[in-house]
């Protein structure tokens, strides 16, 4: 026989799964008080705590019932009649509701806060005029590796660098923030600055020191400019790429862990802050051309950002050389190859009537910058001296930061029948050490007759490297500078418990790291531009456009860019730009032993007269 439920029953019922709903629901929501309360409330003990509140909350819903009940019957009979029809959907409905709400405002907050900040940014990024909504694009988040990576204008956030070394950091930044409380807040122009300045146990100095080296010189500049008191001040956001592998799509640690690629990220924070910046007007930074390139392709999905220029003081790939509102102060690695084509040819290779040179190139084509330099040195060396030299059939491979390929390269290029005596590796100084270290394991005895030849990656040696087994020959685009500039002054005065000056070549200059000097001058093009225009208000494009032709002086020398010529194959590089060739030899001191002068306009590379009188190491 069937029997029929009677209204108090069922409200109970309902009344009771539902308040055991919320017991399941705020059991898996963390750190609630609320979840505890409602946990011991089921329990039977407190059953004679529950039924009296069970009971009062059924009246409540009774009275509730049939007040709405008689003010639909009274006023709206017609609503009435169609919410009685309907009640089973409307209470599935409200039920559903109400699941939902409680589930967004307790396990779920966390995604949907997530979801609707992203949904809310990509709403954000597509349209034109600011929202009070959108985010400032402000922030540090940390990759699944452990490095910190973000956008930061102040202390407020703390450090990248959470590691016991991370002292040149603090030092660095609060430099700038110093900079930026006053420059921030007037009339002011904001630039990006961008680097590398984490730590990690498979890159525990190198990416750091070069972030340290390029921060440096971001906040020389800046502070050099700020002190002339100009009408416009700069403003300077760092922006923390994490390290050298974290920004690269192809290293080994993003292939085993994509997640810690960095780049999206970065890129994304960068095009919320110009977003609700109006004061924006470009990135300064991404020192390696890998960077540079995986940068300029993401960036172009962002209307914020697709207008900003960039200027890199270190991106030196030929693929780099025509790109539009893109631009570098050093010289592209086809400088750097001929360059270093010349001068081994002219003080290196032996003369007539002795062997030829062997020499192994080395090249890891999965980099922008090693994949370039190596080819363009074959080219010149090929033109250049071709009876001097035997090139060790084919490019022996390897990867940047892949130590045991580095291992295997070495071996194959010095085992016979090549037997290579010089072996052009056109890596990163980082890689330096493991390429000495191996010489000297396989020719114990001879590992000292091996020459290492490389263009500006291995520039830093004073820095980062521990060996000096083997003489380094390497392409720069910095000379020692005199204590008498200003700016020079400055980073000696400040920075000489951070940095290791070893350097100097009289009493009157001092060796500046190649990544600071450049980075000076990459900051200088920008307000240059904005003091050519000599006005307060200047739009995007009409900056864009004073950028493009600007002339001055700088650090690294005369500078020149040819942004505005269209039809020109080197809109992205200086007009002239001088390449230095370094020696690093066994007694651990950096030389200056040739400089030559390159026209990208007419692609001539010439040693500068008169020769220096150190031709070698």
Known sequence: MHQNNSPQDLT???????????????????????????????????????????????????????????????????????????????TTVTSLMAIVILLGATTLQTYLKEGFGR?????????????????????????????????????????????????????????????????????????????????????????????????????????????????IRLCLAIANLGTSDTANQHSALVQTCPKCYSMPQIIYQMAQLAHTDPHVRGIVGFPYSQQAKEALDIIQKY??????????PTASSDNLSNTSNFYRVDALDQSQ????????????APGPGHPPASVALFRDNTDFYSGDIPLDFQDSI????PNKVKIVPGFISYRNGDRSSIQKAVQEAVSKPDNANYIF??????????????????????????????????????????????????????????????????????????????????????????????????????????????????SQEAFNTALQSISFTGESGQIVFQGNRITHNHISDRNQEMVYITCY??????????????????????????????SHC
């Open 425 to 538: 590796f056109p890596g990163y100084d980082a890689d330096l050490d493991v390429v000495e270290s191996t010489l000297r394991d396989v020719l114990p005895k001879t590992f000292n007759t091996v020459t290492l030849l490389g263009g500006d990656g291995l520039n830093n040696v004073d820095v980062t490297t521990h060996y000096a087994y083997n003489p380094v020959y390497a392409a720069s685009f910095a000379q020692p500078r005199p204590l008498s500039d200003p700016v020079i002054q400055e980073f000696k005065n400040k920075s000489e418990n951070i940095f290791h000056l070893h350097y100097f070549v009289n009493s009157s200059s001092l060796w500046i790291p190649k990544d600071t000097l450049l980075a000076v001058d990459a900051v200088h093009a920008f307000t240059q531009a904005l003091h050519d225009l000599n006005q307060t208000d200047a």
């Open 12 to 90: 109970r019922a309902r009344t009771f799964f539902l308040i055991l709903f919320l017991v399941l629901i705020l059991f898996f929501h963390e750190n609630s008080i609320i979840q505890t309360i409602l946990v011991l409330l089921g329990i039977g003990v407190f059953e004679p705590i529950f039924n009296p509140l069970l009971r009062y909350l059924e009246a409540l819903i009774a009275w509730l019932g049939s007040l709405c009940r008689s003010i639909l019957s009274n006023h709206l009979p017609a609503l009435g009649r169609w919410l009685m029809r309907h009640r089973r959907l409307i």
């Open 585 to 614: 030899d066994t007694t651990q001191t950096l030389n200056l032993v040739d400089a030559y002068t390159t026209h990208t306009d007419n692609g001539t590379t010439l040693e500068t007269p008169p020769p220096f009188s150190a």
């Open 119 to 231: 949904f809310n940014d990509f709403i954000c990024l597509q349209k034109s005029l600011p929202s009070p909504t959108c985010s400032s694009g402000y922030g540090i988040s940390t990759l699944s590796n452990g490095v910190r990576i973000g956008l930061i204008g102040d202390n407020a956030y703390g450090q990248f660098d959470q590691s016991q070394f991370n002292q040149g950091e603090s030092f660095v930044e609060g430099l700038i923030f110093g900079e930026n409380k006053q420059a921030c807040a007037g009339q002011h122009m904001t630039l990006i600055a961008t680097t590398t300045l984490s730590r990690t146990v498979e890159d525990p100095a190198s990416g750091a020191t070069l972030g340290l080296q390029n921060l440096y010189g971001y906040y020389l500049w800046q502070h050099f400019y700020n002190a002339t008191h100009p009408s």
């Open 337 to 348: 190859g001929e360059a270093l084509a010349q001068y081994f040819c002219h003080y290196l």
């Open 303 to 312: 209307p914020s950002l697709a207008s900003l220029p960039i200027i890199s």
């Open 382 to 385: 090929s033109k250049d001296c």
